[in-house]
């Protein structure tokens, strides 16, 4: 049911921001982005019963809980990167979004980094 609630916002906002665009792009840029914001705190309220059960389940089947922050760190990396780049297209900036991406990439890089090594000690291991 939230999610339509969710769905329901941002196809109100539609028409607002299609008229906004033509005379202020500026405000149209600034509404998608409120409306953004709310419905990514929304989502990540709605998660939060989620990650409880992932950490139970990560926890029942022996994997660190670090391996586990790694994870949704990077998934929020990757979450966070895709609104924005959105939001750059949605403005008329093709190159900030492909900037927004790349900074993206290596964001995740830095943040699975740790969960590599452990893939790497693994492998060495059974050498």
Known sequence: MEILKLAAL????????VLLRRKTPEQALLLTAAVLAVVLARCLTLAAPLLE???LLFGRAGVEAAY??????TLAAALVTRLCAD???????QALASAVELAGAAASLVIALPLLEA???LLLGWI
């Open 53 to 55: 059960e992932l950490r």
């Open 68 to 73: 586990l922050t790694v994870l949704l760190r």
């Open 119 to 121: 893939v790497v000690e």
């Open 10 to 17: 941002c196809a109100v906002c539609v028409l607002p921001v």
């Open 87 to 93: 939001l750059c297209r949605d403005g008329g900036s």
